[in-house]
């Protein structure tokens, strides 16, 4: 397993306590990257971000801002004072909340004297399907080409990347270019069950297809053995 490849491996901690993180941290050591997510971080507020720095983990905080332009600012100029590496917003947010939050990012985290996490945005949610997008959300466009649209309004508004589906990172890649962070959920090895996941891939194939981060969650977490889960995703990527 190189550091590298598990570097591109994020985990996320969705456990509903920060008792129940700190075990399932400490229970992996390998992992260098953990995601936390609304109930986490409900749960538990910052002080679990500063338990992971502890351990001198990575940090994704995945609190999907979505709301109007001074609100996501705000937001955003606060959660630059904790030191994580990457933030999301909603695509959907729109242009100016987008451009907002960007810029509050840097001010927040020039005041505290700290590097702004890199701000990426969610594009489609990997469970919505196509059916659910036309017909609930009832937008037009098929699934691929609207996923392309917002990564294309995040880059145009100065955003460091979007979060997709691996199954639209090839396109993403191709149009976007090669500076712009491609973070990839839906992420399953071969056998495991997708769950909600409605638009899945191996870990190889959304390597090959452009993401710079897994995130892969339940095949290693609910494992029998999670260490073992997790060194065998890395044994499958570097050998690819």
Known sequence: MTTEIAQRIIVPLDVPSEADAIALIDQIPQVQFWKVGLELFVSCGPSIL????????????????????????????????????????????????LSAAQQALQEGAQSAQTAPPKLIAITVLTSLSLRELALDLKIPLELPEYALQMGLLAQES???????????????????????????????????????????????????????????????????????????????????
């Open 158 to 240: 100065g955003l460091n990347g979007i979060v997709c589906s691996p199954h639209e990172a090839e396109q993403m890649r191709q149009v976007c270019g090669d500076e712009f962070l491609i973070v990839c959920p839906g992420v399953r090895p071969p056998g495991s069950v997708t769950g909600d996941q409605k638009r899945a891939m191996t870990p190889t194939a959304a390597m090959q297809a452009g993401a710079n981060y897994l995130v892969i969650g339940r095949p290693i977490t609910t494992a029998t053995d999670p260490q073992q889960a997790f060194q065998q995703i890395c044994t499958d990527l570097v050998s690819a």
């Open 50 to 97: 500063e338990q992971l720095k502890q351990r001198q983990k990575k940090v994704f905080l995945d609190l999907k801002f979505h709301d109007i332009p001074n609100t996501v600012a705000g937001a955003c100029r606060s959660a630059a004072t904790y030191g994580v590496d990457l933030l999301t917003i909603h695509a959907t947010a729109g242009r100016p909340a």
